[in-house]
């Protein structure tokens, strides 16, 4: 991508969903993985770097609440994720900050389970240089997690089939990159929501778009013979038995506490674990790999590099052949944020540029 300098502004323009796309800018699936492919090379390098802080509020305080108390018994098996969380990150370029507030029961209110904003800042000022309605561009960063773990932790010669647990914004990008990506190599892609009218929603919305067949499921028994299992959901419980797991799969986990203690337990003895960032899983202490540890008392972020927990974002090799599984947990990195954001806002700009040119 050609490099623009990129001003902070006196008159900073809030870019909603409709106004990026009646500009054509909303990146292409091959945009995305070029700013997100983009977003690795400098996180391994150490060119891009950032944080994440995350307020969670106790669940029992929103019940409390007597106008939404009757709607309780619908969250029995869903967490709500009631959580005020800040990704802050900086590149050669700019700095960018996502605000993002979630609730699981926003979808009652017609609203997403979760809102993002984007920050985008000037790096030598941190001015600010816009501000963007990062919801999608969110759910979309966070499904490109799905073709950088196939890609690195299977041979370019593999054909698998994919189990995916899911049916929302996150599951539609899964199924996007790796329609896009990797369309010869995926035989199926099985698909088991948390709703039959969310699958029966996803189904809908991806009819006629993808090249993979795309298989909805009401239960695991397709889930054997998917060697890539990825969970993107907000469940209070395991999604699978480790019984019931290809020998050797290969799980990404973009959502919580989706896996059960024997599965964990044989890939720390016998595979392979690896975080996107360990420190970052640590201390965000929500998902399956950060609550083995801390519901015995221990640490993730001090005990996991002693044991040969990897890293995504590490400049080391990892290992593709494994005897046992490989556990791949992410916690969703600031700077994949801020790549995504940044290509938005170029071509947004590009737009406006040729507009302008064009009235001269």
């Given at each position: 991508m050609q490099e623009q300098n990129i001003q902070a502004s006196r008159d900073v323009k809030f870019l909603n969903c409709e106004e990026i796309r009646a500009a054509g800018a909303d990146l292409t699936t091959q945009e995305l993985l070029d700013a997100t492919d983009a977003a690795w090379r400098d996180i391994r390098s150490g060119k891009s770097f950032g944080g994440k802080s995350v307020l969670s509020l106790p669940e029992e305080a929103f019940w409390e609440i007597e106008s939404v108390a009757p709607f309780k018994s619908q969250f029995e098996n869903e967490r709500l994720g009631w959580k005020l969380s800040c990704l802050y990150s900086v590149n050669d370029q700019l700095g960018g900050v996502k605000i993002i507030g979630a609730n699981a029961f926003n979808r009652n209110l017609g609203f997403p389970r979760s809102t993002s904003t984007v920050l985008l800042l000037e790096k030598r000022t941190l001015r600010l240089v816009t501000v963007l309605e990062g919801t999608a561009m969110s759910a979309r960063r966070t499904g490109t997690y799905a073709t950088t773990v196939l890609g690195m932790f299977t041979n370019p010669t593999d054909k698998l089939s994919v189990f995916l647990f899911g049916s929302g914004p996150i599951a539609r990008s899964v199924i996007e990159c790796l329609d896009f990506r990797f369309a010869d190599r995926i035989e199926e892609i099985v698909v088991r929501g948390r709703?039959?009218?969310?699958?029966?929603?996803?189904?809908?919305?991806?009819?006629?778009?993808?090249?993979?067949?795309?298989?909805?499921?009401?239960?695991?028994?397709?889930?054997?013979?998917?060697?890539?299992?990825?969970?993107?959901?907000?469940?209070?419980?395991?999604?699978?038995?480790?019984?019931?797991?290809?020998?050797?799969?290969?799980?990404?986990?973009?959502?919580?506490?989706?896996?059960?203690?024997?599965?964990?337990?044989?890939?720390?003895?016998?595979?392979?674990?690896?975080?996107?960032?360990?420190?970052?899983?640590?201390?965000?202490?929500?998902?399956?790999?950060?609550?083995?540890?801390?519901?015995?008392?221990?640490?993730?972020?001090?005990?996991?590099?002693?044991?040969?927990?990897?890293?995504?974002?590490?400049?080391?090799?990892?290992?593709?052949?494994q005897e046992g599984p490989t556990c791949v947990t992410c916690v969703g990195l600031p700077m994949l944020d801020l790549y995504v954001a940044q290509a938005t806002y170029k071509k947004y700009r590009a737009f406006n540029d040729h507009m302008l040119a064009t009235r001269t």
């Open positions: 709703s039959r009218e969310g699958l029966e929603a996803l189904m809908a919305d991806i009819a006629g778009c993808t090249t993979i067949p795309v298989i909805p499921a009401s239960d695991t028994t397709r889930l054997p013979f998917c060697r890539f299992v990825i969970t993107a959901t907000n469940s209070r419980t395991p999604l699978f038995d480790d019984c019931a797991l290809h020998r050797r799969a290969i799980s990404l986990h973009l959502g919580g506490d989706e896996v059960p203690e024997t599965y964990l337990q044989r890939a720390l003895r016998s595979g392979l674990v690896v975080c996107d960032d360990v420190a970052t899983v640590s201390r965000r202490n929500s998902q399956s790999i950060a609550l083995h540890f801390s519901r015995r008392g221990l640490s993730l972020e001090q005990v996991g590099p002693l044991i040969g927990v990897a890293e995504l974002s590490g400049s080391g090799d990892l290992h593709v052949e």
